[in-house]
């Protein structure tokens, strides 16, 4: 094998498989290795998920050191890790440079879903997400958002005993905001790991350009719109993004995507007692989605310190929104709050290791 090998270093997850084959043969080639390397090193990242190439037990060992001097499998460091009696897993893991990141694997009986970040920390500032509480510090690399699935699938099959079957962009960041390396990882989880598009969720607070971009993708990749209220004045109140694009410019780009992608969209809402949870607001929300296909998630405010005085709703205020959902037609129903014992709601683990 030729010593040819460059000092600079490239993240293989950090871009779409096919350019990661393309590489990978210009590499292999260029180190006098037969072709069918490529296909090895390929399957030792995507199926097996190495964290380094020195665990490819296959691939000559010159062959790995270099490798390792090429390229970065971008191994990730879990900080912590805070387990709870409802089975909900929860790492803070430590990035290259000191950053810290939260995922989330929340198993159920029927799916095991794992919630990823797409930024470390997030700017726009909603009232009722810890994260927002230390800011924005970056945005995260592709690479760096994809290795939160693959160290993530290690411990779901090591733990609990099973793969994971969903992903769900809803950890820290907004991931509309960070809509090139998002598209990326979507792309390397799709076409590289072989996630169905169908079970991959992106969430956003509703960046109307990054709503536009993903109705383009040709992957049928599902959407859910944190909403948390259904007038422009409360949503405001709760939402900076409101300012920016207002609920009736959120809504004219969800019926767009719609007739473009014909999938039922997914819509957040937070309840907070006596904030956004009287059946007035729920008759207002059954209006704004007329025509829509669309499922409501109803879910329990998870308590922040940012704001010390607010509640989950009570049961009896949740059923009546709920019910108030049904007899107009809405979709929707109650999400049981997991993890609460080990600070699951986005940002709270990292808000706690400050």
């Not at 037969?34 to 296959?58: C, H, K, L, Y």
């Not at 509309?176 to 991959?200: E, K, P, W, Y």
């Not at 900076?240 to 473009?260: M, N």
Request: charged share 25%.
């Amino acid at each position: 094998m030729s010593s040819a090998v460059e000092t600079a270093t490239h993240e293989v997850l950090s871009g779409p498989p096919e350019d990661l084959r393309q590489g990978l043969s210009d590499f292999i080639a260029e180190c006098g290795e037969p072709s069918f390397r490529t296909r090895q090193i390929e399957a030792w990242i995507f199926e097996t998920g190495v964290r380094g190439f020195d665990e490819m037990t296959n691939v000559p060992p010159a062959l790995r050191t270099a490798l390792g001097k090429r390229f970065s499998l971008t191994p990730l460091e879990p900080e912590t890790v805070a387990r709870s009696n409802d089975g909900t897993i929860k790492h803070l893991w430590r990035l290259d440079d000191g950053e810290r990141v939260e995922s989330v694997l929340i198993p159920t009986r029927a799916r095991l879903t794992l919630c990823l970040s797409s930024q470390a920390g997030c700017a726009l500032g909603c009232r009722f997400c810890a994260t927002g509480a230390f800011g924005f510090r970056r945005q995260l690399r592709s690479a760096e958002i994809v290795a939160q699935y693959r160290e993530s699938r290690r411990v779901a099959e090591q733990e609990l005993g099973r793969p994971i079957s969903n992903v769900v962009y809803m950890g820290m960041g907004e991931p509309l905001a960070n809509l090139d390396a998002v598209i990326d990882s979507l792309r390397t989880l799709h076409d590289g790991f072989g996630l169905g598009a169908r079970r991959i969720t992106v969430s956003t607070v509703g960046l109307v350009p990054g709503i536009r971009e993903l109705a383009r993708r040709p992957e049928p990749f599902e959407l859910a719109v944190s909403l948390h209220a259904p007038t422009h004045e409360l949503r405001l109140e709760l939402m900076p993004i409101e300012k920016r694009y207002p609920i009736t410019e959120l809504f004219g780009a969800l019926r767009d995507y719609q007739a473009r992608k014909n999938r039922r969209i997914s819509l957040e809402y937070t309840l907070i007692n006596g904030v956004n949870d009287d059946e007035e607001l729920a008759r207002i929300l059954a209006d704004q989605v007329h025509g829509l296909t669309c499922f409501v998630n109803l879910i329990p405010f998870n308590p922040i310190p940012s704001q010390p005085d607010w509640k989950a709703s009570p049961r009896r205020r949740i059923e009546a929104f709920s019910a108030t959902l049904d007899e107009r037609g809405v979709p929707n129903a109650v999400r049981t709050p997991r993890g609460r014992d080990i600070a699951a709601a986005c940002g709270q683990l990292r808000l706690s290791q400050t």
